[in-house]
């Protein structure tokens, strides 16, 4: 396989699909907020944390025990996830249980794992 051969040589531009595309494309702002999305989503941590999070709502305890960390490591990523809203939490007495913001975000997550464990 040469190194060109995934380059386009030709000169047709198919304008149909060209204007379909732009008529379509988001402002850039969700672009920004996306690519803010997958970065988040771009620490083995909070992925980690996300894949607890996305078998059960728990608290900072039991996904510190889970992961074998310090509670104060998975506060700190927490707050990230939290304040980028991939992850919410609600109050129990003096307990925090913290979950996947929405079904966005719990189908987002389960389809990368899918999507890896596919190409295996």
Known sequence: MSRNE???DCNV???DMVDKTIKNMP???VFNKLAEFF???G???R???LFA???NEMCVCDIANVLGMSKSSIS???GTLRRSGIVKCRKSGKEVFYMLDDDHVKQVFEIGIEHIEHRK
Do not use: A, G, S, Y
């Open 6 to 8: 995934f380059v386009c």
């Open 13 to 15: 531009i198919h304008q």
């Open 27 to 29: 402002e850039e702002d």
């Open 39 to 41: 970065k988040i989503l």
């Open 43 to 45: 620490d083995t941590t």
């Open 47 to 49: 992925v980690r944390i």
């Open 53 to 55: 999070l996305d078998q």
């Open 76 to 78: 700190h990523q927490l």
